[in-house]
């Protein structure tokens, strides 16, 4: 580290000596993991680069359009562009998905009918799916529940892994089982993310029983972070958020759906309404930073990834439990750090908050945010509200107060915003 560097971190932020040297140790230690992200990045940059040439992207892509957006030729384009990324049939990508939830609720809803059921088999599935899915409580909301789609949830294994054996005799046992849902990244829980070949493991049991089964898998996280997405191992349908690693950091809003054409038109007559599906939808000048923020993802996502790696690092060194370790493989960008103490974890995302580019000097509390059951503290100075693919960190207020850090648009912020917010709750 050069001699301005470490002067400004003391003085301005108030870095010792001592959270200077765990840096070092850390950064040391996480280095020789880089290469293979490098090689990673490289092949998935290529993966976009092609899809762009072959769909023979140009300027009169980035054109605006109103009203109905008939034809709207930059949308439609970059739906293929995603659908040859995604090595499936057919894509949706949209402004008009407000977050993630949307896209995979519409997925969900798309393809599930009355006395169909829906099997999560990575156990309880993200916090906002639940309001979706009607296992909250079952306030009178439209939830899939209330028109009559069934649930069951088979849970991990102790060790995190799929538990193929229960899966299959769910299955088995239910010929109304229409939908198995697999949740890639590991959401506010305690697990390691599901890796490509973990996903392939569900899906092949899964095909084994009935291959009329749709496999839809959130992929909320995990875009870029291997070389294979799930479609290309078999998944009928994903989806996730365009503020997170595919938007690159770039893209302001939305949300997509991929997968076989069947599923994806099914869930299009969700995004809109039945006979409407993803013809409609005028794009307000947005399609520029929709592909732009693609191009750059393989390199953002990785970025965030690293900024993972070397947190884990520093924060077990610094004696916390963290989750993934730094040297263990991962399919997705969130690294889960124990605090065990709601103090420390919230002081720790005040630190995060600290080291924003926006808002800096504002101080994030828990709230009451919507679609959450426990109050949720976020730390989140992004260009883009909310936006998680920029340095980030959240946690639901419960025990054992566990902080869930994820983003960075550059690895070098990244850095700068953990050592800040070690420092925040080391003094
Ligand atoms: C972020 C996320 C979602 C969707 O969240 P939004 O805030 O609605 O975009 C869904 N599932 C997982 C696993 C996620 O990480």
């Given at each position: 580290m050069i001699k301005q560097m470490k002067e400004q971190l003391t003085n301005k932020y108030g870095i010792n000596d001592a959270v200077l040297k765990l840096y070092d140790k850390a950064l040391n230690d996480v280095e020789g993991r880089f290469k293979a992200l490098d090689e990673i990045r490289e092949f998935n940059q290529l993966k976009v680069l092609n899809a762009m040439q072959e769909e023979r992207i140009s300027e009169s892509h980035?054109?605006?359009?109103?009203?109905?957006?008939?034809?709207?030729m930059g949308r439609d384009s970059l739906d293929k562009v995603y659908a040859r990324i995604f090595n499936c049939e057919s894509?949706?990508?949209r402004p008009h998905f407000v977050n993630g939830t949307h896209a995979l609720g519409s997925a969900l809803f798309g393809n599930l009918r009355p006395n169909d059921t829906m099997v999560c088999v990575c156990g309880k599935p993200y916090d906002t799916l639940h309001s979706v899915i009607g296992i909250d409580g079952g306030e009178r909301i439209g939830s899939l529940r209330e028109f009559g789609v069934h649930y069951n949830q088979v849970e991990l294994k102790?060790?995190?892994?799929p538990d193929l054996e229960t899966?299959?005799?769910v299955l088995e046992e239910d010929e109304t089982i229409k939908l198995v849902h697999i949740q890639r990244s590991t959401g506010y829980g305690w697990r390691n993310s599901l890796s490509i070949s973990d996903i392939k493991e569900i899906i092949d049991c899964t095909k084994s029983v009935r291959k009329n089964i749709i496999c839809f898998v959130d992929n909320c996280y995990g875009e870029f972070i291997d070389i294979l997405e799930p479609t290309d191992i078999g998944a009928d349908l994903v989806a996730g958020s365009l503020i997170k690693n595919i938007g690159g950091g770039i893209t302001p809003t939305?949300?997509?759906?991929?997968?076989?054409?069947?599923c994806v038109e099914q869930a299009s007559y969700r995004l809109t309404v039945p006979g409407i599906g993803g013809e409609c939808g005028s794009t307000f000048g947005v399609m520029r930073s929709m592909y732009q923020g693609l191009f750059l993802a393989p390199h953002v996502a990785m970025e965030a990834l690293k900024g993972a790696i070397l947190c884990s690092r520093i924060m077990e060194l610094a004696g916390f439990e963290v989750l993934p370790k730094y040297d263990e493989d991962r399919s997705d960008i969130i690294q889960a750090i124990k605090f065990n103490d709601k103090e420390k974890l919230i002081q720790f995302c005040k630190g995060i908050q600290m080291g924003s580019p926006i808002d800096s000097f504002a101080s994030c509390e828990p709230w009451d945010m919507p679609g959450y059951a426990d109050q949720v503290i976020m730390a989140a100075g992004a260009?883009?509200?909310?936006s998680s693919i920029e340095l980030s960190?959240?946690?639901?207020?419960?025990?054992?107060?566990i902080a869930y850090l994820q983003g960075g648009l550059?690895?070098?912020h990244a850095k700068i915003g953990t050592l800040i917010a070690l420092s925040k709750i080391l003094n």
């Open positions: 980035f054109t605006n359009s109103s009203g109905y957006g008939y034809g709207d894509a949706i990508v102790e060790n995190g892994k899966i299959k005799k939305g949300g997509y759906i991929a997968g076989t054409k069947e260009f883009i509200q909310g960190a959240d946690a639901p207020i419960r025990e054992p107060y550059t690895f070098d």
